[in-house]
């Protein structure tokens, strides 16, 4: 069976985690940890664990790494597959936006100008119809959970590669993987942390320590990117906080990491007025969620997207601490 498509963008996480100079990778390397990503799941899933650093148990050289990381190649898959749902939802938010601001004059020029047909124009024409933007990412979501379950036969994944997600010769396909590429690199600078903080590998972890790893990765990666670039990281870091949710549906507490509603929120409400309307991308997917897992009781969008959002986030931690009995 052919590996999954992310596969072939391995390279580009490398030269992304090369920017973000303040954890020094390089001294991480020389203190013990191996320069090579391992994957898991690689025949075609299920997913299991996504991420994780461990210490070797058996070494023949004391100068073989010590520490190595393992990935979830079914999790990549999936993660790159939520980079496209965050896109076109995005994207969709800010072409709606600047429609509602043009005056009649300039919606009839736009309306001209989206009758020609190009690849541009056909992508552009179905942001403005929000409802085929959520079939759009319902389909996707149809076959993340199938990785989430069960491995793939070869049709399925001979269908991945037919997918215009994955097409780096188009402007959309390039985008999705700039999400996709600090999406991974926060998961890596995750787990690097664990190395650079001196965690304790003899257990399996605290809570305190994934926190301190978390707010590592974050703000290496936030203090050493500007511009545009930035905001493509941060929301690349949303991509990898909100993937959790739809890996785990019911929002289970592993007793490890932080609780996945209370980690988005924790990091939204430091990016929140960074731009890109992350106000309204988060209500988006928090409603794709909601129909994902058929929860008939998600608050509706009232007044402005900042204001929705607050009441979706007392919702939901309620609902993450009632589902976990806290």
């Known amino acids: 069976m052919k590996p999954f498509p992310v596969y072939r963008l391995n390279e580009k996480i490398t030269k992304s985690i090369n920017k973000i100079i303040s954890l020094d990778i390089s001294q991480g390397i020389r203190d013990g940890l191996d320069p090579m990503i391992h ?38 898959q999936m993660l790159w597959m939520i980079c496209s749902i965050v896109l076109r939802n995005h994207d969709s938010l800010a072409i709606n936006s600047e429609v509602e601001k043009m005056t009649p004059s300039e919606r009839i020029q736009f309306q001209q100008e989206l009758a020609t047909d190009n690849f541009i124009t056909r992508y552009e024409r179905s942001l403005l119809d929000q409802k085929k933007v959520f079939s759009e990412s319902a389909n996707i979501l149809n076959s ?130 960074e731009g890109s309307n992350f106000a309204g991308l988060l209500c988006h997917l928090f409603y794709i969620w909601a129909v994902y897992t058929h929860d008939v009781d998600m608050p509706r969008l009232e007044g402005t997207y900042n204001e929705t959002i607050e ?16």
Request: proline share 2%; hydrophobic share 40%.
């Open 311 to 326: 009441i979706i986030k007392k919702y939901m931690i309620e609902k993450e601490r009632s589902n976990n009995n806290i």
């Open 39 to 76: 994957f898991t799941d690689e025949q075609g899933g299920p997913l299991s664990t996504i991420a994780k650093i461990s210490e070797k148990t058996f070494i023949l050289d004391e100068n073989e790494p010590k520490r190595y990381v393992t990935i979830s190649a079914a999790y990549a």
């Open 144 to 273: 993340m959970e199938i990785l989430s379950n069960r491995n793939l036969i070869d049709e399925e994944m001979e269908s991945l590669y037919m997918s215009d997600m994955y097409d780096m010769t188009s402007d959309i396909g390039v985008r999705i993987n700039s999400l996709y590429v600090y999406a991974m690199t926060f998961n890596l600078l995750h787990e690097f942390s664990h190395h650079s903080l001196n965690h304790d590998f003899s257990s399996e972890g605290s809570l305190k320590e994934e926190e301190e790893a978390d707010h590592n990765a974050f703000w290496a990666i936030f203090s050493d990117l500007e511009g545009n670039e930035r905001k493509t990281a941060l929301l690349g870091i949303l991509c990898s906080l909100v993937s959790l949710i739809f890996i785990n549906k019911s929002l289970e507490d592993d007793g490890i990491h932080p609780l996945p509603i209370e980690r988005i929120f924790t990091f939204y409400d430091i990016v929140k007025d």
